[in-house]
């Protein structure tokens, strides 16, 4: 079976410094890999996917994310951390011959002024 | 709002009741799934439907949750004799196509006491 690993439960950084938030993927196939937001209060919301084109994938407010196969990584990044993206992030894989989207347990990103 | 709508919002009830919960998924979404979340960590799969046919459950689903769609458009999620460990917040998503991006509720938080 498919899973997704989330490395850090938090991650704190400084409001206009880098974000990194950490995801290993587990799949024996060319994996469907994406990056979901959760704010407080808020539905889930697709911030990026891939599907086996570009390994560098860009997505909405300044996030990207990198599939790189060899490290079975899909970690997610942003040059400049804003306030709004405190946040909890989950990283996703569509568990193939399924229809199930397999969540990773999350990474709550704060952001401090 | 044409996003996905689920009700009711939150649901308090005692153990050994039933419950049921609603969703409505965007209208031209052919793909729905309903997902559970507890506190600290990412959602997990439930059920899936593609049109009005209940094409996966998971292993993990007793038999006193069952789930509905009829003529493919809004789904209930019923839940017999609930108990404690039934406390959560159950999601609602849908999608358009393999692979689309989930939509997703804002969800129906359950208490069991």
């Known amino acids: 079976a498919q899973s997704v690993t989330q490395l850090d439960s938090h991650v704190s950084v400084s409001e206009g410094t880098p974000v990194l938030l950490r995801c290993n993927y587990s799949?024996?196939?060319?994996?469907?890999l994406f990056w979901y937001v959760q704010h407080p209060n808020k539905g889930l919301q697709l911030l990026l996917k891939y599907t086996s084109a570009a390994t560098l994938v860009k997505g909405i407010n300044g996030f990207e994310a990198e599939f790189k196969k060899s490290e079975t990584s899909f970690h997610l990044t942003k040059p400049s951390a804003h306030m709004s993206d405190a946040a909890e992030y989950f990283c996703v894989v569509k568990e193939s011959g399924t229809y199930k989207y397999i969540f990773g347990t999350g990474t709550r990103l704060k952001v401090l002024a | 709002d044409t996003g996905v709508s689920q009700n009711p919002r939150h649901k308090i009830t005692k153990r050994g009741q039933n419950v049921t919960f609603r969703c409505d998924p965007i209208?031209?979404?052919?793909?729905l799934y309903w997902y559970r979340q507890t506190l600290g960590q990412g959602p997990e799969f439930l059920t899936y439907?593609?049109?009005?046919?209940?094409?996966?459950k998971s292993r993990l689903l007793s038999d006193r949750f069952s789930a509905e769609r009829p003529k493919g458009s809004f789904s209930t999620l019923e839940i017999q004799r609930t108990e404690q460990g039934d406390s959560a917040m159950y999601l609602c998503?849908?999608?358009?196509?393999?692979?689309?991006?989930?939509?997703f509720g804002s969800g129906t938080q359950l208490s069991v006491l």
């Open positions: 998503a849908s999608s358009l196509g393999l692979l689309g991006r989930l939509f």
């Open positions: 439907f593609q049109n009005e046919a209940q094409l996966e």
């Open positions: 209208s031209e979404h052919n793909r």
């Open positions: 799949s024996s196939y060319s994996p469907s």
